[in-house]
């Protein structure tokens, strides 16, 4: 049962434009979203993150939308540079709950 | 703030040999730390969630036998994969929480190489 969903393996944008990365959940208790990025071979960076009270984020060229009835987040990255082409993971949680349930990833490619 | 190191970044050894990896919070206190495994181009699977100074918790399918985790510090988790076999071989990741909040932050990883 995947609880957290990115549908989208992969995404290829130009350099400069605007990147989106969806994500959706099935599980009605999650509280706190978060979305991380991931070069091969390394640990994923903790990126931005968007509590339930909210429905948008925003943190330098990173803006996170969250639209609770629809239960669907999304990541929008602008303008989009090369050094932003990575897998990202989208994640959730639940207050009292220690883990978090990942996402599959999106690969995301920025074109020059 | 919020650096996890691992060590070592990669590691071969041979199949029925034990191997361990430590992974440390350098500048936070880490309740909670959390050991993940990736295959090639696959998400992240979470082995186990540990405390410090209580035994982890395993998630299913996961053999605690074989792979041994012990948080006996708030500073330092450590993953012995006992008995390796290269179907063993795998990135393994580990993650830390502080109790402030529910983001985990993550080490580099480790590359084990059965052979």
């Known amino acids: 049962d995947q609880q957290v969903k990115q549908n989208s393996p992969s995404l290829s944008v130009q350099e400069g434009r605007i990147s989106i990365l969806n994500c959706d959940y099935t599980?009605?208790?999650?509280?706190?979203f978060l979305w991380y990025k991931k070069y091969p071979a390394e640990g994923p960076t903790f990126l931005i993150s968007?509590?339930?009270?909210?429905d948008k984020n925003e943190d330098g060229r990173f803006t996170v939308f969250l639209n609770k009835s629809a239960k669907h987040l999304s990541l929008h990255i602008v303008p989009s540079q090369p050094g932003d082409s990575a897998v990202y993971f989208c994640a959730a949680t639940y207050q009292g709950a220690q883990k978090l349930v990942f996402g599959q990833g999106t690969r995301l490619t920025i074109n020059p | 703030g919020a650096v996890v190191s691992q060590h070592p970044s990669r590691v071969i050894c041979k199949s029925g040999t034990s191997v361990k990896i430590e992974c440390r919070s350098l500048d936070f206190q880490a309740t909670t730390m959390f050991w993940y495994r990736q295959f090639p181009k696959q998400s992240l699977m979470l082995m186990a969630t540990s405390n410090e100074g209580s035994k982890a918790t395993y998630e299913q399918g996961v053999e605690k036998d074989k792979f041994l985790i012990n948080h006996a510090s708030l500073t330092l988790s450590t993953l012995t994969v006992t008995s390796a076999h290269p179907e063993d071989s795998s990135f393994y990741i580990c993650s830390a929480r502080e109790d402030r909040g529910p983001e985990q932050y993550f080490g580099p990883g480790t590359r084990l190489t059965v052979t």
């Open positions: 599980n009605s208790m999650f509280d706190y």
């Open positions: 968007i509590s339930s009270i909210k």
